[in-house]
């Protein structure tokens, strides 16, 4: 007798816009993912507020709903040119700019008495060379900076560190402005929309099969 599949949830999170934006390119790449299936897992994507507390607040809700095996949160890094995973969240909140709500905290930590970092559990390497060979500009980040997205990810990775959520796996992908952000820029690099999509299908696929990941370069010198 066939033995029904249990369900696999990914979760797939995206920032609302910030800092004059009218748009944030990683909540327009992962809702185009929302009830994207592949193999047994079902993505289902998430807005995030661009709000220090707040973020974490919807974060945790989604994941007590959804139980979800994996979880790639997704920010944008306008400046950046390539889709970059990160390697290290760091328990610090020091925020440049007020975000959404005109919060601006100045070195504090995300959870106090916390550890001072984690690494990703997601594959990175791994993900940088599939991208790479599907024709995706990508690398390792050593620094997720130490705003909203940083603060989603330390926080994504503490709670799995807590083991509330045995057996789950999660990271930090920053990605380029959209065209159309770039626009407005002279010289800022951009990707375009269905490049970041496909890149966010093979990123799901690979953190799904690869439990242990390629040992190859990708570090920096500084
Ligand atoms: N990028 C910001 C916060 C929201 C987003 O998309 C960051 O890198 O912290």
Not at 13 to 36: H, K, Y
Not at 123 to 149: D, H, M, Q, W, Y
Request: proline letters at 8%.
């Amino acid at each position: 007798m066939a033995v029904a599949a249990k369900p696999l949830n990914v979760l797939l999170t995206g920032f609302e816009p910030f800092e004059q934006e009218a748009i944030n390119p990683s909540w327009e790449a992962v809702r185009m993912l929302d009830g994207w299936k592949t193999g047994p897992a079902t993505v289902h994507a998430r807005l995030v507020p661009c709000v220090f507390g707040d973020a974490l607040d919807t974060l945790n809700r989604a994941m007590d709903e959804l139980k979800p095996r994996l979880v790639v949160c997704i920010g944008q890094a306008g400046g950046r040119a390539e889709l970059t995973p990160e390697r290290v969240a760091i328990n610090i909140d020091d925020a440049r700019v007020p975000d959404n709500h005109h919060r601006q905290p100045i070195d504090v930590p995300v959870v106090p008495g916390a550890p001072a970092a984690y690494f990703s559990t997601l594959p990175i390497k791994a993900i940088v060379r599939e991208l790479r060979a599907a024709g995706v500009p990508a690398s390792v980040s050593n620094s997720a900076g130490t705003f909203v997205c940083n603060h989603l990810f330390y926080g994504l990775m503490h709670r799995i560190a807590l083991h509330a959520d045995a057996g789950v796996r999660g990271g930090f992908i920053h990605i380029p402005y959209l065209p159309e952000q770039a626009a407005r820029f002279a010289g800022a690099p951009s990707l375009p929309l269905d490049m970041l999509v496909n890149a966010l299908r093979i990123t799901v696929t690979t953190a799904l099969a690869v439990k242990h990941d390629v040992r190859e370069t990708g570090g920096q010198l500084h």
